[in-house]
């Protein structure tokens, strides 16, 4: 039950977006390319952030540059 502590969580580190071309998803309305997001949690394949809603979403990390 990790995740619903996370926003209240030590950053790990922050990690900019750098763009938001998503092949199946609507990316754009959470994210921002050239933003910094903090990052809250990590796995292989994503990176779980706070997004522009001002909740923790999990994307991949192919959207960020960290």
């Known amino acids: 039950m990790i995740h619903q502590t996370w926003t209240e969580r030590e950053t790990l580190r922050t990690v900019e977006c750098i763009h938001t ?7 754009n309305r959470a ?3 050239g933003k910094s997001y903090e990052l809250k949690n990590e796995t292989e ?11 923790i979403g999990g994307y991949y990390k192919d959207y960020f540059k960290g």
């Open 45 to 55: 394949e994503f990176y779980f952030v706070i997004d522009n809603t001002g909740k």
């Open 31 to 33: 994210l921002t390319a």
């Open 21 to 27: 071309d998503a092949k199946k998803y609507l990316v």
